[in-house]
């Protein structure tokens, strides 16, 4: 199991323009050749947009695109014909195929807080494709065929214990609160990179929300 710190995440983005990012993983002008991916996770970026702040149009191609909104209410609008208001509470997933456009910004008062997963898909190419998921349930876990994932969510209250899925490559991310993980401490931010994940059970410490994706096979990783 390979821990990483909340701390320790890349920050980018542009804070004059009301963007503050965190990255988990390698990304952009932040090249860690020891950091490119695990399994076909490939990024997590917790994304922080103040009122009025947003990503401009910009491309993606051959990457699955799963956002899980935290706080706030997220505006999204692509080239494909795709225009919705995501919730704190909903998943969107963007399969971006052989490529497409998009723009995602804040257009409400507060705050605005969501967790972007990146995952390289087991063929490349095709129609990029959209969907989204109102007030995702914990008890349903939200599979990505293309990329060969299923996405786990876990809210939790103190002392309350979930199983750690048996697969091939697992990735754990704290959203909020504490929890243990084969007796390792996680927080808010922390992550954990699971590799032939068995028996490993995850107990919240404090009321708390993680996801869990599980992977069965690595792809290119």
């Known amino acids: 199991m390979d821990v990483r710190r909340s701390g320790d995440r890349y920050r980018g983005g542009e804070p004059a323009d009301g963007i503050a990012s965190l990255h988990a993983f390698s990304f952009g002008p932040h090249y860690d050749p020891d950091n490119l991916r695990f399994g076909p996770v490939i990024a997590c970026n917790e994304e922080h947009l103040a009122p009025g702040a947003g990503f ?11 956002t899980w909104v935290v706080e706030g209410t997220l505006t999204h609008r692509d080239t494909a014909g795709h225009e919705t208001v995501v919730h704190a509470g909903d998943l969107q997933r963007l399969s971006a195929g052989g490529g497409v ?18 995952l390289a898909p087991t063929t490349a190419g095709g129609d990029p494709s959209y969907e989204i998921v109102r007030g995702i349930a914990d008890s349903t876990p939200y599979a990505v065929p293309a990329a060969g994932g299923l996405l786990h969510l876990r809210r939790l209250r103190p002392s309350e214990r979930t199983e750690v899925p048996s697969a091939a490559f697992v990735y754990v991310h704290v959203v909020r609160g504490e929890v243990t993980v084969a007796d390792t401490e996680l927080a808010a931010g922390d992550s954990a990179r699971v590799t032939d994940a068995a028996s490993y059970e995850l107990t919240a410490t ?7 994706w599980e992977f069965a096979a690595a792809q290119d990783a």
Do not use: C, K, Y
Not at 101 to 111: I, L, S
Not at 206 to 212: F, K, N, P, Y
């Open 206 to 212: 404090t009321g708390a929300e993680v996801l869990i």
């Open 101 to 118: 456009r998009h723009v995602e910004r804040n257009d409400g008062d507060t705050p605005l807080v969501f967790l972007q997963m990146w």
């Open 56 to 66: 401009d149009e910009h491309p993606h191609s051959h990457t699955e695109i799963v």
